[in-house]
């Protein structure tokens, strides 16, 4: 892939971003490579000087390894000698010059887009599952959990970010189009809007899942109406737009929706026990038949003509339990319509879907069954022990979690919450820590818990608190050890520090049990 330098000047101009430029040569100079990491750069690259901790020695770093211009809210003095391209958006700048650079593959595929504070990795899954029955396994999929860009067990790999910076977004994208897949299936976090990751970028459809505190603190969202705000921009940025309308805050969510999308654009879905205003119109319902711990049984249905057009009505089943994803399965089933899948292939597709990090779990011999969920916040927090506990008839729930350091410190409350209402028997531990102190995390977690009623124990060594909590748990108890799902890595002080996963930490537990 490549872009001349005019060509740049032209997109930033047509944007409002360019500030100034310093040309050396001919404006015909093509970027053959492109990057944002100094330690990354090619021959002939073009540099983007982002970042808070960015430092100026990374531009002559760039400049000695070939790269030939350097793009900034700045003029650099070690950049002499290269073309300078000033911004005034230095995020914007590398989105929109990602996507000329890549030859704009977004126009090769049929994307669909998640929003929402619980849910968009199930629902992203369970999506892909049904397009990849529609379309042959040519699904890609940009999740928190896994990046998929082809059909080779090389294509598969973690996700580094849910949604990836954009030089790194609009390169899988074109690594995805160059391998034959036509379908994308995507989530897109707050944060993406927040720094401007997926800035420019219009998508197929676009779903709102839901929304409530999260992410809120020093280094993300200062307060819930910026989160908000950030979670509706996807819906601006959709030509058809899929919306939960039990979700709070949805006045304001719709009202989005329809500053760039028409009515007509814009699917509604909700139980059948929902109550809707007598103006609103729900093109969607669904009830639920069953939910218990083997499968979730539920049947949709049309309520609109627009609905009934998409003929993906009818019953379905799903292998992954809780009644709570039943939701995240319709808005799966509705995008996949969108994108062309029609019943029964829906149902296919979605019926045997696994997530990997969701509802994981094993048996521990005279001990209780461990469930390993992704739930990191207050409300998947709620739904996962919620549901549990009423499908176990209130057994004694131990739960092991912690909180992430450097960023969403609104969930330490969250959590805090949680437990104050559920009352689980609790082991606060470390997830991921950061640059902060893994002690003063955990404080304020327990500063919230109403320890009156809730027995709390402090573990920061996790894999002590997993085995601390197993061996408590009796046979019929509930061990959930929550927040990091299949996580391979604890961040610690800017390092990825290998972690073996929660399940495996709970199976060797387990097995050590047997040879005792």
């Known amino acids: 892939m490549a872009i001349t330098l005019e060509a740049c000047i032209l997109i930033l101009k047509e944007h409002h971003i360019l500030k100034s430029s310093a040309i050396q040569d001919n404006l015909t100079q093509r970027f053959e490579n492109a990057s944002y990491d100094s330690q990354t750069v090619q021959p002939k690259s073009i540099f983007f000087c982002k970042g808070a901790e960015f430092r100026p020695t990374y531009v002559q770093e760039a400049k000695d390894k070939g790269a030939i211009c350097y793009v900034a809210e700045q003029p650099y003095a070690e950049g002499n000698g290269m073309h300078a391209l000033i911004v005034r958006n230095i995020r914007k700048a590398m989105a929109l010059l990602a996507q000329a650079f890549y030859g704009y593959p977004q126009d090769e595929l049929f994307v669909i887009a998640y929003t929402g504070t619980k849910g968009k990795t199930t629902a992203s899954y369970f999506t892909r599952g049904?397009?990849?029955?529609?379309?042959?396994?040519?699904?890609?999929?940009?999740?928190?959990?896994?990046?998929?860009?082809?059909?080779?067990?090389?294509?598969?790999?973690?996700?580094?970010?849910?949604?990836?910076?954009?030089?790194?977004?609009?390169?899988?994208?074109?690594?995805a189009v160059d391998n034959g897949m036509t379908e994308l299936v995507m989530e897109v976090s707050s944060q993406a809007y927040k720094e401007s990751r997926v800035f420019g970028l219009t998508y197929d459809v676009g779903i709102f899942l839901n929304i409530s505190p999260d992410h809120i603190g020093p280094r993300e969202h200062p307060n819930f109406a910026d989160y908000l705000h950030c979670k509706m921009q996807l819906l601006v940025n959709s030509r058809k737009c899929i919306i939960n309308a039990e979700t709070d805050y949805f006045d304001q969510v719709y009202a989005a929706a329809t500053t760039t999308t028409e009515p007509d654009s814009i699917y509604l879905y909700a139980s059948d026990a929902f109550e809707a205003p007598e103006d609103l119109k729900i093109d969607f319902r669904y009830r639920s038949e069953e939910a218990d711990l083997a499968q979730s049984r539920f049947k949709l249905k049309a309520d609109s003509l627009k609905a009934e057009q998409l003929r993906i009505t009818g019953d379905y089943a799903l292998d992954l339990i809780g009644d709570y994803n039943v939701n995240n399965a319709c808005a799966a089933i509705i995008s996949s319509g969108l994108a062309g899948a029609v019943y029964p292939e829906t149902a296919q597709g979605i019926a045997h879907v696994e997530v990997p990090g969701r509802m994981e779990k094993t048996d521990i011999l005279g001990h209780g069954r461990v469930y390993v969920d992704y739930a990191h916040n207050y409300a998947s927090m709620m739904a996962l022990l919620t549901f549990l506990q009423n499908e176990y008839n209130d057994a004694k729930v131990l739960l092991v979690v912690g909180a992430p350091g450097d960023k969403g410190v609104s969930r330490r409350e969250g959590f805090a919450k949680a437990i104050n209402q559920l009352k689980p028997r609790v082991f606060i531990t470390s997830d991921d820590p950061g640059f902060e102190n893994p002690e003063d995390i955990a404080a304020q977690i327990v500063s919230g818990i109403n320890q009156d009623q809730v027995q709390v124990t402090i573990e920061l060594d996790r894999a002590k608190a997993i085995e601390a909590a197993i061996m408590e748990s009796q046979p019929g108890d509930i061990v959930v050890l929550a927040g990091k799902g299949t996580d391979p890595y604890q961040k610690v002080r800017g390092v990825d520090t290998p972690w073996p996963t929660d399940m495996a930490v709970a199976r060797s537990i387990a097995d050590k049990i047997k040879e005792d």
């Open 130 to 175: 049904i397009l990849d029955q529609m379309n042959d396994q040519h699904t890609a999929l940009f999740s928190t959990v896994d990046t998929v860009i082809g059909r080779e067990a090389t294509d598969t790999f973690k996700s580094p970010l849910t949604t990836s910076e954009s030089l790194d977004l609009f390169r899988n994208m074109r690594t």
